[in-house]
């Protein structure tokens, strides 16, 4: 086996350092490359993170994905979730299949509200999750369709709006993290507004920003993301993922 990293790799470690330094909190992973990243974190920067099987456990163990809980600490059925979503102590990465330049996540429908060309997932818990939690969001395919100018329909809230709606949406509205297949942002551009903090290995700032549908703010000297470990590769690989079902987002390079 190589022992250079793919993209896959890269995108689990960033997706881990999302959730360095958030200490004791209960981690809500949506997705295959989130629950990789996570319980990679939970393995190495982060042991206090409190993870799930994403249905009813919570976890002592950190298993493969989607192997059997090996040693269950606690029992969280889905309405007792939404005590901890009230309560603020949770870090989400969800999808996005838009986000815009202001933070603003669309799950919810494709063109005009009134008259969607598609309807998608719905706002499901996106607007509880952004007032009252720490958010991040996970893009596995960077194009313009994804990264807009603004949303067709508003489902997670960005910072701006949250201002707007009011103190109560804006405490603890927190959009922390947004890692693609090409880079790694934040929303601390000028005025609460998308800014690139790394570009992966092998990709440039121009590809990301020609891969984007809206501006997007560069600071001088922006740094690749990090490479993985050599005991993190080894956990991806062989602890984590052994049948390499990462690849299926971010595809073999």
């Not at 969280?76 to 838009?98: C, K, L, S």
């Not at 997670?156 to 880079?183: C, K, M, Q, T, W």
Request: aromatic content about 6%; proline content about 8%.
């Amino acid at each position: 086996m190589s022992s250079t990293p793919e993209r896959a790799d890269v995108c689990a470690a960033a997706i881990a350092d999302a959730f360095r330094d958030d200490g004791e909190i209960f981690a809500s992973p949506m997705g295959l490359l989130p629950m990789l990243g996570v319980r990679l974190a939970k393995l190495t920067s982060n042991p206090d993170l409190v993870i799930s099987d994403g249905e009813s456990l919570f976890l002592a163990g950190v298993p493969p994905l989607f192997a059997k809980a090996d040693v269950v600490e606690g029992w969280i059925p889905f309405r007792r979730v939404f005590d901890v979503v009230a309560n603020g102590p949770r870090h989400v990465m969800m999808g996005a299949t838009q986000v815009d330049r202001h933070g603003n996540q669309n799950i919810s429908a494709i063109g005009d509200f009134a008259k969607p060309t598609r309807q998608l997932l719905g706002s499901r818990g996106a607007p509880g999750n952004t007032v009252n939690n720490r958010t991040s969001y996970w893009v596995p395919r960077h194009s313009p369709r994804v990264f807009v100018e603004r949303v067709d329909v508003v489902s997670g809230v960005g910072p701006a709006r949250a201002r707007e709606a009011g103190p109560a949406a804006a405490r603890f509205n927190d959009i922390h993290r947004i890692v693609s297949n090409l880079g790694v942002f934040d929303v601390r551009g000028p005025d609460d507004t998308l800014r690139l903090l790394s570009v992966h290995p092998g990709v440039t700032v121009d590809e990301i920003l020609e891969a984007s549908g809206c501006a997007i703010h560069v600071e001088d000297g922006t740094p690749e993301t990090r490479l993985p470990s050599s005991e993190e590769l080894v956990l991806i690989r062989e602890v984590l993922d052994p049948k390499g079902l990462r690849f299926k987002e971010v595809p073999h390079d």
